[in-house]
C-alpha cells in the first residue's frame, strides 16, 4: 500500500455509541482473556503431560499457538482504540495488522486440513498410525502449512503495497482488513479484488476438499465397524475436529455469500468479530470437553500443583 498524502488511518470500530463500547470492551476483553488462557493450557498440557505425545497433540498445540497469534494480531488494538479514544492507527501498523491477520488465518485452515488428514490415519489405518504420522511428518505438514498461508498471501499483498491512498483515511472496521482499505484507495482495485478472491477461494477448496475426502473415508471405514461402541469411539475422536472445521469454514463463506451493499459492512464486522474472538475462545473448550485425555491431563496437572503446594 504505496503512501502518498495518508500516513494514518482512523478506525471507525463497532460503534460510536459510549455505552456500547463500555459493553463491547467487557465482552471483547473477557473473550480475549478467555481464548489466550485456554490456548496457553493446552499447549503447557501438552508440553508437561507425557501421555499427550501422539500427532493429534502435536497439532493441537500448533492450532492453539495460531489461535493465540491470530487473536493477538487484532483484538489488543481494538481494546486500546475503545479504552484510549484514539482512532489512529499509523499506515505501517495497519500493514502489519493485515499481514499478520491474514497469514495466521490462511495457515490454519491448512492446519486443520492436515488435522483431518491425521484423524484419517488414527481411524483408517490405525496400524500404521506411528509410522504414518512420524514426528518428522508432523513437523513438515506443520511447516507446509505456515509456507502455504506464505505463499498464498504474497500475490495479493504484492499488489497491496503498490495502493495508493489520496484523501480518504476512514476504515470502516475495528481492524486494518483488505475490504475496507480498498475502498477507500484511490487505485484501480479491480484486478486486486479478484486476485485476493481468487486467493481466498484456492485456499477454501484446497483445505474443504482435504478434509472433506478424509472424513468421506472415515464415515466408510467407521459404517463397517462390527459394534455401536466402536463407531461411537471412533466418532468421537473426530468430534472436537469436526466442530472446529464448521466454526472456522462456516463462518468464511459467510463472507463470500453476496449480501447487499448496506449489509456487506455489517456482515465482514460481526464475522470477523466470531473468527478472531468467539472462536479461539471456544476452541480449548470444545477440544477440552470433548477429549477424555485431555481433561485427564488438565486433572492430573491440578493434583500434581496442589501435591506440590502441600509440600
Same mark, same amino acid.
Given at each position: 500500500?504505496?503512501?502518498?498524502?495518508?500516513?494514518?488511518?482512523?478506525?471507525?470500530?463497532?460503534?460510536?455509541?459510549?455505552?456500547?463500547?463500555?459493553?463491547?470492551?467487557?465482552?471483547?476483553?473477557?473473550?480475549?482473556?478467555?481464548?489466550?488462557?485456554? !490456548?496457553?493450557?493446552?499447549?503447557?498440557?501438552? *508440553?508437561?503431560?507425557?501421555? *499427550?505425545?501422539?500427532?493429534?497433540?502435536? #497439532?493441537?498445540?500448533?492450532?492453539?499457538?495460531?489461535?493465540?497469534? #491470530?487473536?493477538?494480531?487484532?483484538?489488543? @488494538?481494538?481494546?486500546?482504540? /475503545?479504552?484510549?479514544?484514539?482512532?489512529?492507527?499509523?499506515?505501517?501498523?495497519? $500493514?502489519?495488522? $493485515?499481514?499478520? %491477520?491474514?497469514?495466521?488465518? =490462511?495457515?490454519?485452515?491448512?492446519?486443520?486440513?492436515?488435522?483431518?488428514?491425521?484423524?484419517?490415519?488414527?481411524?483408517? @489405518?490405525?496400524?500404521?498410525?506411528?509410522?504414518?504420522?512420524?514426528?518428522?511428518?508432523?513437523?513438515?505438514?506443520?511447516?507446509?502449512?505456515? =509456507?502455504?498461508?506464505?505463499? +498464498?498471501?504474497?500475490?495479493?499483498?504484492?499488489?497491496?503495497?503498490?495502493?495508493?491512498?489520496?484523501?480518504? !483515511?476512514? /476504515?470502516?472496521?475495528?481492524?486494518?482488513?483488505?475490504?475496507? *482499505? *480498498?475502498?477507500?484507495?484511490?487505485?484501480?482495485?479491480?484486478?486486486?479484488?479478484?486476485?485476493?478472491?481468487?486467493?481466498? $477461494?484456492?485456499?477454501? /477448496?484446497?483445505?474443504?476438499?482435504?478434509? $472433506?475426502?478424509?472424513?468421506?473415508?472415515?464415515?466408510?471405514?467407521?459404517?463397517?465397524?462390527?459394534?455401536?461402541?466402536?463407531?461411537?469411539?471412533?466418532?468421537?475422536?473426530?468430534?472436537?475436529?469436526?466442530?472446529?472445521?464448521?466454526?472456522?469454514?462456516?463462518?468464511?463463506?459467510?463472507?463470500?455469500?453476496?449480501?447487499?451493499?448496506?449489509?456487506?459492512?455489517? +456482515?465482514?464486522?460481526? =464475522?470477523?468479530?466470531?473468527?478472531?474472538? /468467539?472462536?479461539?475462545?471456544?476452541?480449548?473448550?470444545?477440544?477440552?470437553?470433548?477429549?477424555?485425555?485431555?481433561?485427564?491431563?488438565?486433572?492430573?496437572?491440578?493434583? @500434581? %500443583?496442589?501435591?506440590?503446594?502441600?509440600?
Amino acid at each position: 500500500m504505496r503512501n502518498h498524502t495518508v500516513t494514518t488511518f482512523i478506525l471507525l470500530g463497532l460503534t460510536d455509541d459510549q455505552q456500547l463500547q463500555v459493553l463491547i470492551f467487557i465482552i471483547l476483553f473477557f473473550t480475549y482473556s478467555l481464548s489466550i488462557s485456554g !490456548n496457553l493450557a493446552i499447549i503447557s498440557l501438552i *508440553l508437561v503431560d507425557p501421555h *499427550l505425545k501422539t500427532a493429534m497433540y502435536y #497439532f493441537l498445540k500448533n492450532f492453539a499457538v495460531l489461535e493465540i497469534s #491470530f487473536t493477538s494480531a487484532s483484538i489488543p @488494538r481494538y481494546l486500546y482504540n /475503545i479504552a484510549t479514544g484514539d482512532k489512529m492507527i499509523t499506515y505501517n501498523a495497519c $500493514v502489519a495488522q $493485515v499481514f499478520f %491477520t491474514d497469514l495466521f488465518g =490462511v495457515t490454519e485452515f491448512f492446519l486443520l486440513a492436515a488435522m483431518s488428514y491425521d484423524r484419517y490415519v488414527a481411524i483408517c @489405518r490405525p496400524l500404521h498410525y506411528l509410522t504414518i504420522m512420524s514426528t518428522t511428518v508432523c513437523r513438515r505438514l506443520v511447516f507446509c502449512s505456515w =509456507v502455504a498461508g506464505l505463499f +498464498i498471501l504474497i500475490p495479493p499483498l504484492s499488489l497491496g503495497l503498490n495502493l495508493q491512498f489520496c484523501d480518504s !483515511n476512514i /476504515i470502516d472496521h475495528f481492524v486494518c482488513d483488505a475490504s475496507p *482499505l *480498498l475502498k477507500i484507495s484511490c487505485s484501480d482495485t479491480w484486478f486486486m479484488e479478484q486476485t485476493v478472491l481468487i486467493c481466498a $477461494v484456492l485456499t477454501l /477448496i484446497i483445505t474443504l476438499v482435504c478434509v $472433506v475426502l478424509s472424513y468421506v473415508n472415515i464415515i466408510k471405514t467407521v459404517l463397517r465397524f462390527p459394534s455401536a461402541q466402536q463407531k461411537k469411539k471412533a466418532f468421537s475422536t473426530c468430534s472436537s475436529h469436526m466442530i472446529v472445521v464448521s466454526i472456522t469454514y462456516g463462518s468464511c463463506i459467510f463472507i463470500y455469500i453476496k449480501p447487499s451493499a448496506k449489509d456487506e459492512v455489517a +456482515i465482514n464486522k460481526g =464475522v470477523m468479530i466470531l473468527t478472531t474472538s /468467539i472462536a479461539p475462545m471456544l476452541n480449548p473448550f470444545i477440544y477440552t470437553l470433548r477429549n477424555r485425555q485431555v481433561k485427564q491431563a488438565f486433572w492430573d496437572s491440578i493434583k @500434581r %500443583t496442589i501435591a506440590f503446594s502441600k509440600q
